[in-house]
């Protein structure tokens, strides 16, 4: 019942979902587990942000080791992309939409909190030619969501 595959299985599934070639990042590390699929990551010291690039199969399992990493190690927040439709994604992992902004340009930036409470900011990246968007994801692990004065300004 089990998936498991080497890693290249998982980098070939990974290319085919979403149409990007995989490459081995320059300061990232890379984990990998059969039945998991794999997540590339990397801390930004500068920012307490872990920055978790590229991910195969089991989001759940990784976004939770990742979170483990980054208590353990001080830092206050994983930010991911997002090239997945971003509703279905915010309920994927179970997120409330406290506050939707329609920027200037069209985009929305919602500001959400998740199970616990805690801070989660969804930010345009790109807008591609068929109109899909891909956002920034940033989950705080310390700070609980406190309403937004505006689009761009926490009160």
């Not at 089991?58 to 939770?64: L, Q």
């Not at 989660?120 to 990246?125: E, F, L």
């Not at 591609?128 to 009160?155: H, I, Q």
Request: contains cysteine; hydrophobic residues 35%.
């Amino acid at each position: 019942m089990t998936d498991r595959r080497e890693l290249l299985g998982w980098i070939q599934e990974y290319e085919k979902r979403t149409g990007d070639k995989f490459q081995a990042l320059p300061g990232f590390t890379l984990w990998y587990l059969p039945d998991r699929g794999f997540c590339q990551w990397k801390p930004m010291d500068k920012n307490k942000t872990i920055l978790c690039w590229s991910l195969c199969h089991d989001a759940k399992f990784w976004r939770d080791a990742l979170e483990c990493v980054a208590l353990q190690f001080g830092y206050d927040r994983i930010m991911t992309v997002c090239i997945l439709p971003i509703k279905a994604y915010i309920r994927y992992w179970g997120w409330k939409i406290e506050q939707d902004f329609v920027k200037d340009d069209g985009l929305h930036r919602y500001i959400c909190s998740d199970k616990q409470g805690r801070e989660v900011v969804i930010t345009p990246k790109c807008v591609f030619k068929d109109g899909s968007v891909n956002y920034f994801v940033t989950n705080e692990l310390r700070r609980k969501y406190k309403p937004w004065k505006n689009a761009d300004e926490r009160e």
